[in-house]
């Protein structure tokens, strides 16, 4: 299986990074192939809305988002990884994550598997409630399975990660699929 992981942490050696090459190391332990985007690194403008695209592209822009869109259409999973900012992902991933408007029915025809993989500072048990809700219909909406989730709580800092199950939980995910 192709494994399309877009870490959209503009730390990239920060507690999402961590969760990410311990997934990335089960799902290659598996067997699978594991492409790493750091979105954070890729030139990529927000979508403007214009439609344009017609919903089936190609996007009038041309960035960074066209070789994305390229590998995740190849892929049979794409991971969505983040640190949790304000109570959602990244503002880095979710631009990505808006631009699959101009993808939406090959998005959609693919079935993709996918998964989340996202680190908070705070431990609260609705730490991710808004996030969870917002992956479930991105994953609703686009007709893609999900193959489970890694959310780490207390994980404000590498170190903290360190310390916690959450590595093994992430690579446990990956060895898993």
Request: a neutral charge; glycine letters at 8%.
């Amino acid at each position: 299986m192709k494994i399309v992981v877009l870490q959209g942490s503009p730390n990239v050696n920060g507690s999402t990074a961590i969760l990410v090459e311990e997934f990335a190391r089960g799902a290659r332990d598996a067997g699978h192939e594991v492409a790493r985007i750091d979105v954070d690194r890729a030139d990529v403008a927000p979508c403007t809305g214009c439609v344009r695209c017609g919903y089936e592209g190609p996007c009038i822009q041309h960035d960074d988002m066209d070789d994305i869109r390229r590998q995740i259409l190849s892929a049979d999973m794409v991971v969505f990884a983040t640190p949790l900012y304000y109570y959602g992902m990244s503002a880095q991933l979710k631009i990505v994550i808006d631009r699959f408007c101009s993808s939406n029915s090959s998005i959609t025809r693919r079935h993709l598997k996918c998964a989340l993989l996202a680190v908070a500072w705070n431990s609260d048990g609705w730490t991710f409630d808004a996030l969870e809700a917002h992956y479930r219909t991105l994953v609703r909406y686009l007709d893609m399975r999900d193959c489970g989730m890694i959310l780490g709580r207390g994980c404000g800092t590498p170190g903290m990660t360190r310390r916690t199950s959450y590595p093994q939980n992430a690579y446990e995910l990956g060895r898993s699929l």
